[in-house]
């Protein structure tokens, strides 16, 4: 409080009460605020926009030609970078680093005309698989339970999200249904079935050795990983080995020279941030190990693969991971 007032020192008394008095509004705005924020349950899907605008969207579009009949007479509305916010504000630059090109959108109701269960189709149109399965891995909710439906999916509470090819999709129910999210599965697994098949994309994923592996943990970074702005396009595998628990990272470069260069940039970014040395991995050729203060990071390059572990807790996780990643991009097995 002294600061305060002496920040508003040779005011009139009047102005100086007046401030005080909207600082501290604002911090009591803020308070609850977060407040607010610790209570949000993760699991449970929303967008805090609700229903767009009718100037945000162009109704009757694509995915009216191939989503399966809901009977509601409504079409779906689209969405391009410039009225993603209108949307889902606040989650827009997530699908904007991934590679975002349309999101089509739609409300639907089932159930009985007396009580009707509402929910929203969103169907994102990504530039890429890739980009589909980075925005579906960073979304993925806590406690979600996998679901067979399209390339890869899950279910938490009233979502059902899965992608297929580049198209990411979430179908939130407004409350907890089994009824609504087992008929969207339905149209879901419809929606699969009309898309042409696709082959050869995340292929990065077979790369994981199957030991330690904890299910569900694959994901996709596009842009500054592990806070290094040249390092991008990172798959991560979350293992759990002799007890410890740590993350596998493979990337796939332009070139064996490319993959070898951001080995060596990244492993020099790392030791000038923390001034430790690199120290080679015994049983894994060119690599090095980095303590990152008190974690560590193991890194090398296959070809034009470059791979590593991050964040393990001690040195022998770091570098037993290691070992296994490399035995199977030596030509080893990555599943039983």
Aim: hydrophobic share 45%; proline share 4%.
């Amino acid at each position: 409080m002294q600061l305060l007032m002496k920040n508003v020192k040779g005011q009139p008394a009047s102005e100086s009460i007046l401030s005080v008095v909207i600082l501290l509004a604002l911090a009591a705005i803020a308070t609850a605020v977060w407040v607010t924020q610790g209570k949000f349950d993760e699991q449970i899907a929303s967008y805090p926009t609700g229903e767009p605008s009718a100037q945000a969207a162009e109704a009757g579009t694509q995915p009216d030609l191939f989503w399966p009949d809901d009977s509601t007479g409504e079409k779906f509305k689209t969405f391009n970078v410039d009225t993603l916010a209108d949307i889902i504000n606040g989650k827009a630059e997530t699908y904007f680093q991934a590679g975002f090109d349309k999101l089509f959108y739609k409300r639907v109701s089932l159930g009985d005309e007396s009580k009707p269960i509402g929910g929203s189709i969103y169907i994102f149109q990504m530039l890429s698989p890739e980009a589909a399965f980075s925005v579906y891995s960073t979304q993925r909710r806590p406690g979600s339970q996998s679901v067979a439906l399209g390339d890869s999916a899950y279910q938490a509470q009233n979502l059902l999200a899965f992608i297929v090819g580049k198209f990411y999709v979430e179908l939130v129910c407004d409350e907890v249904s089994s009824q609504w999210l087992d008929a969207m599965r339905d149209r879901g697994l419809r929606f699969v079935e009309n898309q042409p098949v696709s082959k050869g994309s995340l292929l990065e994923l077979d790369l994981f050795p199957a030991d330690g592996l904890i299910p569900n943990s694959h994901a996709l970074t596009m842009r500054d990983v592990f806070s290094f702005g040249e390092l991008d396009r990172v798959f991560t595998a979350g293992y759990m080995i002799a007890g410890h628990q740590t993350t596998a990272f493979i990337s796939v470069r332009e070139s064996a020279e490319k993959a070898k260069e951001l080995a060596t940039a990244y492993a020099n970014f790392l030791t000038g941030l923390t001034e430790s040395k690199a120290v080679p991995v015994e049983g894994v050729e060119g690599a090095v190990l980095i303590d990152v203060f008190g974690e560590y990071e193991v890194i090398f390059s296959r070809g034009e693969i470059l791979a590593g572990v991050h964040a393990a807790g001690d040195p022998k996780t770091a570098a037993d991971l290691a070992r296994l990643l490399a035995e199977v991009l030596d030509g080893g097995k990555a599943s039983d």
